[in-house]
């Protein structure tokens, strides 16, 4: 849908016959949709985004032609390694392969590649139509050529791409989120505070300025003279407070039952409320999206 809205032909292949069919099944409910909110992206219509879509069920005739490949396969890093040498004989040598890895390193992705210098790691964030973010990580042998032409399509497209100048363990968005999960676990574990108020230390109060701006920003704006004047007046309470940090949770054993039990309680662990509750999550997701595009 975000490569369609960029007026771009795409060819949706999936190894389990009719799944392609049933994706653009789908998306044509949801372009639709898009265009009642008036929350369609691009300047085509949506009958006009659905006819750059088709759907099929064999890899080659779903590669003809094509200048960029995204694989968006469940994190297994055994199949993502198999898809990429399934394409790669397919394709010629100047088709950049993309992959849509949360954290899997690319160097072990693209390991059984014959020229892992055009092959480059694009992770969206979901849902990719509201939240624009795309962390793009290159192998070591990646040119810098397949890089830039990587971030002017994700740029052409609407997404806002961001560049990693070399491949880390889950990447730039997976660290930050990991190192805020495990505080608020951790915080939850001993005590401090419940579930449903750690949700809210976030939805009401860190997130309300993270959707603009983000911790260095924040940092630079809450001090008068800027950051160096931040630092002065608050690392040394910063160090205090990150020295006292525990060890890395489990996120397992009687713990995890306790607060999986009550974030249950909140929000049952059932396929309605989960569904439910994922729907709120887009259309909130999709104001947001509206209110960013709008803001000076």
């Known amino acids: 849908m975000v490569f369609a809205s960029g007026g771009y032909r795409v060819r949706i292949y999936d190894n389990q016959p009719g799944l392609a069919a049933k994706a653009v099944t789908e998306i044509r409910k949801q372009l639709g949709e898009l265009e009642e909110a008036s929350m369609l992206r691009g300047e085509l219509s949506s009958s006009d985004q659905l006819a750059l879509l088709s759907s099929h069920d064999d890899l080659k005739q779903a590669l003809e032609g094509a200048f960029f490949v995204q694989e968006s396969v469940f994190e297994d890093l055994a199949t993502k390694q198999s898809v990429f040498q399934a394409v790669e004989c397919l394709v010629g040598s100047e088709v950049i392969l993309s992959s849509s890895t949360s954290c899997l390193l690319p160097s072990n992705v693209f390991s059984a590649v014959q020229m892992p ?37 994700m740029t052409q497209v609407g997404q806002c791409p961001v560049r990693l100048n070399k491949e880390i363990d889950g990447f730039a968005l997976n660290r930050v989120q990991y190192a805020i999960i495990a505080e608020s676990w951790r915080l939850v574990e001993e005590g401090v505070i419940s579930v449903r108020d750690i949700d809210l230390v976030m939805s009401e109060g860190l997130g309300m300025r993270y959707a603009f701006i983000g911790p260095m920003e924040t940092m630079h704006l809450n001090a008068p003279d800027g950051l160096e004047d931040y630092l002065r ?48 999550r887009d259309q909130l997701l999709m104001g947001l999206a509206r209110l960013k595009k709008e803001k000076p």
């Open 117 to 153: 210098n055009r092959c480059i790691v694009s992770h969206p964030v979901n849902p990719p139509y509201y939240v624009k973010l795309v962390e793009l990580v290159p192998h070591p042998a990646t040119l810098g050529a397949v890089m830039d032409a990587t971030h002017t399509l």
């Open 233 to 280: 007046r608050y690392r040394t309470g910063m160090r205090r407070v990150l020295s006292s940090a525990g060890p890395v949770p489990q996120f397992s054993g009687e713990a995890a039952e306790r607060i999986t039990k009550e974030m249950s309680e909140l929000i049952p662990s059932q396929p309605e409320p989960l569904s439910a509750r994922r729907e709120r």
